[in-house]
């Protein structure tokens, strides 16, 4: 193993105080990270040039490192009628690659926490050198193109091309629920808003405390998938992922919450055959209560409604629609809206009645709606935020990734392997 050796030269401070004496090692090893980088590297490739070929000529080349900015110089040869970079190839760099792995991740990871202006200031401070923003969303829309693309060759693999998911060991999941929601966002071009789809599927939950005097329960083995998918495509993508993920596919029971919206309980028919689809109950009574506008009234029309004689309420608003006191466009939405839902609203009964663990056999779907706030509302929601729809697409993946801190890792380790 060769052995690289670097001084480190450390100019002495004036007005001498921890601070200052700090910031000038800082320097100073930055300084002498690079020189060693750069002759660690001259080292690899002398290991590599015996076997690469004929040597044409040393051409230099720029790398942003989290040593700082490194410019080295490597051999260009020929061998087998072709030419490359031995060097290149070995660190697994592609033309035009100006940064290392740990930069691009690094890169990805604040741009998808912070605006891209604050993230290059805090991508500055790390590197000790600047970068502009632009450098920041360009390696955050990579990522995110890359993410998108396994999650794509994911649903290709199962939809078009019939092949079952990989199988890992351990016994199948026991059950899985997927909740899912939609979330609006501000169009670039033309000005407008697009609608983004979030499903959020978890394996178990558990108790925070057991002292505590209120109880809390976290959700274990979440996964989260997050995008602007085309009309048709979002259901395959969901579930494709889910089945690689959470193994969704193997579940012994199934079941899928969300608000009720118009998509929600068909995607579920189409592409989770097995699921149980339950309505969320806090959405039923909040739109039942907007309608009505008189809590009494709102109070008769949700009971009806859970007890399933949500004909009366179809009745009612009928009545209120002749005295001119509703807009026949709202009751008219409204009973569509119990037409389509109202078989899912005890649908975890069943489940309960399969031998379900009681705990995961919810009516609501809370946690999707709290994952709408982390994955999109925080970081794409800001008062002027305006996207287009691939940028949207790229972060809103990325985000989703950052959501499981043991994912992001296993993810950055495979592709930048």
Known sequence: MPTITVTVEVPWPHKL?????????HRAAMVAGRKALVQALGAWEAELLPSAGARQRRVRRYLLTRLGPVRYHRWKTRSSGRYGFPLDKAMGLRPYQTTSAWVWERAARLGTGYPFRQAARLLSDLVGGPIDHRVVWRLLRRAGELRRAHQERARAEMFDDGLAPPEDEGSPPVMVVTEIDGVVLRRQRPKGQM??????????KREVSATARHRRRVVTGKVVVAGLWEEGSAGQVIYAWLSRSVRVHRARHLLVSGDGAEWIPVLVRNWFPDASFQLDHYHLKARLQQVAGDPARAARWIAWTLQGQWRKVERSMADLVRRGRLSAEVARE????LELNAPAIWAFRSLLDAGAPAELCTRGSGVVEHNVDLVAARRMKRQGMYWSRDGANDMLAMRALAADPTAWRAWWEEVSA
């Open 17 to 25: 105080t921890l601070g200052r004496l700090e910031r000038a090692v």
């Open 195 to 204: 609608e983004a789809r979030i499903a959020v599927a978890y394996s178990g």
């Open 334 to 337: 409204t009973r569509l809206f």
